[in-house]
């Protein structure tokens, strides 16, 4: 997961993600990786656009919010729809006691 940091770090700064910068950026944090990982992390990067994956994975949070703002919203409206139905019912039953 690191290395996908390294990653990250490198695209925000605008550098060249290849094994060499990567494993720079590792060796800076003093943490000891594996070539082979380094090698495998560039290689499953090849191609793929960092901003546009970044933009999707961020989407889903975003949307995954909005449901629960608008269920709060529907609970208001039962309950405000209770309230009313519960005074329309004791209107009733006191114009019952009074027939």
């Known amino acids: ?15 060249e993600l290849n094994e060499a910068s990567i494993q ?12 082979a990982q380094v090698k495998a992390l560039v290689a499953a990067l ?12 961020a989407a889903p949070v975003a949307v995954a919010a909005a449901p629960a703002a608008s269920g ?3 609970k208001e409206e039962v309950e405000e729809d209770n ?3 519960k005074s329309e019912n004791a209107a ?3 114009g019952a006691l009074f027939g």
């Open 92 to 94: 009733a039953g006191l």
């Open 72 to 74: 709060e919203a529907k």
């Open 1 to 15: 997961m690191n290395l996908v940091y390294a990653g990250l770090l490198l695209h925000s700064a605008g550098k």
């Open 24 to 35: 720079k950026v590792a060796d800076a944090t003093g943490e000891t990786v594996d070539a």
């Open 83 to 85: 309230t009313e139905e």
């Open 46 to 57: 090849d191609g793929v656009d960092i901003a546009e994956a970044v933009k999707k994975a």
